[in-house]
């Protein structure tokens, strides 16, 4: 078995952020897919929460490209706090499947009741269905991901495993 080595704060934040970025667009490719969309157009429904639903559409790649980008923005944001608050509170780090399932869930609850109602997107309606969904993708592509990496990779010995 290959033993990962502790590493830099810098390395464990950016691991953590491509991982998590990664499966957390995957998934929102395989929901796009799944339904019909495009995969321009859904790249452009995330650029359209900064700039607008008639501009995004107008832009082409370009705004595509840019829905990518605020995607992992956001990303690393969720993954820098965690880093931050792990360290202030070190129960997060000695139980990251406890704090990365919760922290999933507060990540959606952001995005989902927060972000995304105050952004250019506006207010969206909310099904049982969609939110199960989203909620679980959140706790297992994002929550979990970046507390076992940070956990595991962090050199703070804050994060550091007992083994």
Known sequence: MAIIKKS??????GFAWLIAGCLDITSAIVIWTLRGVP???GF?????GLIGRESALQGGMMTAALGLALHFFIML???IIFYLASSIFPLLARRPILSGAVYGVLVYLVMYWMVVPLSR?????HSVSNDAIAI??????IGLPIALI??????NPIHQTHE
């Open 39 to 41: 995969l321009v157009r």
């Open 8 to 13: 830099s704060a810098l390395h464990a934040i």
């Open 44 to 48: 452009q429904g995330i650029a359209s």
């Open 136 to 141: 679980l993708i959140h706790i297992f592509l």
């Open 121 to 125: 997107i506006g207010p969206r309606p």
């Open 77 to 79: 944001c969720a993954v």
């Open 150 to 155: 940070l956990r595991r990779l962090s050199p």
